[in-house]
T-cell receptor, first 111, second 115 residues
């Protein structure tokens, strides 16, 4: 079946640098995408979402970009902080309400 | 406003026993979703429920697994005759709106270990 996948399993950045986490999706019918942050031993925490009628959305220190032409999603984190260290998942909404998650990217922030 | 509550947080069972996982959605949310997560993997959808109804159970194993969301009380994910392969983190999420794409809020999860 169609699925969401990530390009990089681990990303290591210096504190203060910007981070970019990428995600490819294959279901062209998906119309809603979410980025989640998951810290060790905790549940996924909502970061930012975007609907398919948009190509960019900004939050506090985070930006999500959606390229429907190549079915690509990215999460940009500005001025990465140690507290940003976690696993990041992209998820797409299809079939109404079910979320399909990618495999996750571990972000490690070096002080 | 309390978030999604799950209990127990950790559950240890021996092979062949039953596991019951509970989920209380956020106040005002009538939609509950269960996901399973193996170590170092993403979450996999299991089942979507509304009050007293199973809407989509396409991700549930055909045997031993069942879920309910009664009119009163929490949603329950039940695993009968557990096997070692059932060891995982089970997450519950809830959302408020009827139909359509919407943000799902996740609970802290129940970590099931089968000995």
């Amino acid at each position: 079946g169609e699925s969401v996948g990530l390009h990089l399993p681990t990303l290591s950045v210096q504190e203060g640098d910007n981070s970019i986490i990428n995600c490819a999706y294959s279901n062209s019918a998906s119309d809603y995408f979410i980025w989640y942050k998951q810290e060790s031993g905790k549940g996924p925490q909502f970061i930012i979402d975007i609907r398919s009628n948009m190509d960019k959305r900004q939050g506090q220190r985070v930006t999500v970009l959606l390229n429907k032409t190549v079915k690509h999603l990215s999460l940009q984190i500005a001025a990465t902080q140690p507290g940003d260290s976690a696993v990041y998942f992209c998820a797409e909404n299809n079939a109404g309400n079910m979320l399909t998650f990618g495999g996750g990217t571990r972000l490690m922030v070096k002080p | 406003n309390a978030g999604v509550m799950q209990n127990p947080r950790h559950l240890v069972r021996r092979r062949g026993q039953e596991a019951r996982l509970r989920c209380s959605p956020m106040k005002g949310h009538s939609h509950v979703y269960w996901y399973r997560q193996l170590p170092e993997e993403g979450l996999k959808f299991m089942v979507y429920l509304q009050k007293e109804n199973i809407i989509d159970e396409s991700g549930m194993p055909k045997e031993r697994f069942s879920a309910e969301f009664p009119k009163e009380g929490p949603s329950i994910l039940r695993i009968q005759q557990v096997v070692r392969g059932d060891s995982a983190a089970y997450f519950c999420a809830s959302s408020p709106l009827i139909g359509g794409a919407d943000e799902q809020f996740f609970g802290p999860g129940t970590r099931l270990t089968v000995l």
